[in-house]
């Protein structure tokens, strides 16, 4: 049994974790008193609000988790899973926040490859499955463990978990094998990045920073609403950024000429294909009438991911088509 203490808030910076939290916290994070608004504040008056973002909008240090069971504060042993670094309770109805320390934070946007992001996607879905976590919730807020208003535990877990440490407790392959789910936790993020940055690459040299930023937020916003649970307008926007700050850098001109090279690679790879069993043609013939059958129930107001079930492809192949 793991060794559940229940901290004082009044004197949290004493408290090696909460002081941890509260080193890791972004300069000037969202926090609230009432979760309708939130304002950015410094992170010395941000600490003294009941709700607070835990995280930078770039870079995740806490995975955290809502858990809506009177029980929650022991789902983890339940459930024979590492025990967070810091549980918040609500002392009303026991539905509490799990907080996961990790021991190297994962830059979400500011590096071209996506290989962490997915790996995270996976380890986060994994874990809120096993944990009965919710899955709409978007951990862009957490009970402030620093606040008075919750009741704080801490484990006796290890400073912070590596996330291979943390997938030894999870089978990964359901969803490593296939890919990112779009509808919730990172994996939105990772589609939402992957589609616009694919639509940006070719255009990016004829337009200003600030030019493709706004062309890029029409693709974006546009894209974010075939999601089930759009991500939220600030994350958004630092996908956007990153994206575009990305395009306008010193690296771009080599992993552009890359780019391109692949595009045409395949267009080449695609000819032959089509002109040694006609190959592509086939396939798209094959898959013409429920392309048609996607649109028509895209027009009687039917979702993707019903969409998808009804034709028996994937939720990103359905909107590949809708696109």
Known sequence: MYNIQRLDTKSWQNSAVLAQFYADLATKPYCTNDK????????????????????????????????????????FHDNDLPPPQVIIKNPENGHAHYAYRLTKPVDKWRKASTKPVEYLASVQKALRLALGADKGYSGNLIKNPCHSSHEVYITGAEPSYTLAELAEYLDLK??????PANDEGYGRNVGMFNHVRHQAYPIAQDLTQRELERVLTVMAEEFNQRFDIPLLPNELKHIIKSIAKFCKSSRFGAYSAKFKEKQREDGRIGGKASNSSNGGKARSEKYAEKRQKALEMQQQGINNTKIAEKLGVSRRTAIRWLA
């Open 36 to 75: 309708g608004f939130s304002h950015i504040r410094t992170k010395s008056h941000a600490i003294k609000h009941a709700y607070i973002q835990p995280n930078h909008p770039e870079i995740i240090k806490w995975l955290v988790f809502d858990i809506d069971d009177p029980q929650a504060l022991f789902a």
């Open 174 to 179: 359901p969803y490593q094998q296939q890919e």
